[in-house]
């Protein structure tokens, strides 16, 4: 399995919603990555999970916080949302965060609050 | 952090017509991809390529790590090859380059 699955392909959530994108990967990959990208713009590093540590790009606001249940599965709680962080969001995930060969993109969360 | 900067930003051709696009950046890099992202916003890594060339089909890459640049040629083009494309390198992390637009008319 040489995927990166993020599900749900769309969604629309209001400003109080609470709600939770998953990425999921199979490849036995020991990083993971969210990224954020808004139109006409290159991805946007937001987390990176490694060996069961976070990094954190700072610029990134508290209502994004992600979740690492185990080493395949990634997720993103979303709350409190503003209209402005509506973007395709984006998982990744490479054998090591040092290691690049491989990195590989899931189809993305297409994301629009209102 | 690393700029990189991609030319050109927008490019629209015939299809079967040829381009080169390039990706400078600013300093040393440990790697560098070469990424395509689809209309439906799917990135598809075409190239992992620190220095040399490579070739895979109709499309083929060099990069000069020494001049900090990097090329990626499309020969042939078809409607199927729309889109972004990105190089992006590796310095302590990601840093994506600004992107050429590919539009390919029939």
């Known amino acids: 399995d040489t995927e990166v699955t993020q599900t749900p392909k769309h969604l629309v959530m209001g400003m109080t919603n609470k709600k939770s994108l998953k990425c999921e990967q199979h490849?036995?990959?020991?990083?993971m990555y969210w990224y954020k990208q808004k139109a006409k713009k290159p991805p946007e590093l937001m987390f990176v999970?490694?060996?069961?540590?976070?990094?954190i790009n700072e610029s990134v606001p508290s209502r994004f916080s992600p979740e690492c249940p185990n080493s395949s599965l990634l997720n993103l709680h979303l709350h409190a949302l503003q209209p402005e962080d509506s973007a395709l969001y984006l998982c990744?995930?490479?054998?090591?965060?040092?290691?690049?060969?491989?990195?590989?993109f899931g189809s993305g969360t297409r994301l629009t609050v209102v | 952090g690393i700029q990189v900067e991609q030319s050109p930003p927008d490019l629209i051709l015939q299809e079967g017509a040829n381009s080169t696009l390039r990706c400078n950046f600013s300093?040393?890099?440990?790697?560098l991809q070469w990424f395509h992202q689809n209309p439906w916003g799917q990135l598809i890594n075409l190239f992992y390529?620190?220095?040399g060339t490579k070739q895979n089909g109709r499309l083929s890459a060099t990069t000069v790590a020494t001049e900090r640049y990097s090329l990626l040629y499309i020969s042939s083009s078809q409607t199927t090859d729309s889109g972004v494309y990105f190089c992006?390198?590796?310095?302590?992390?990601?840093?994506f380059g600004t992107g050429t637009s590919l539009t390919v008319i029939p």
């Open positions: 300093d040393s890099v440990n790697n």
């Open positions: 390529i620190p220095s």
């Open positions: 992006a390198v590796v310095g302590n992390q990601f840093y």
């Open positions: 990744a995930s490479s054998p090591g965060a040092g290691e690049h060969y491989g990195y590989t």
């Open positions: 999970y490694s060996y069961e540590k976070l990094s």
């Open positions: 490849m036995g990959h020991r990083a």
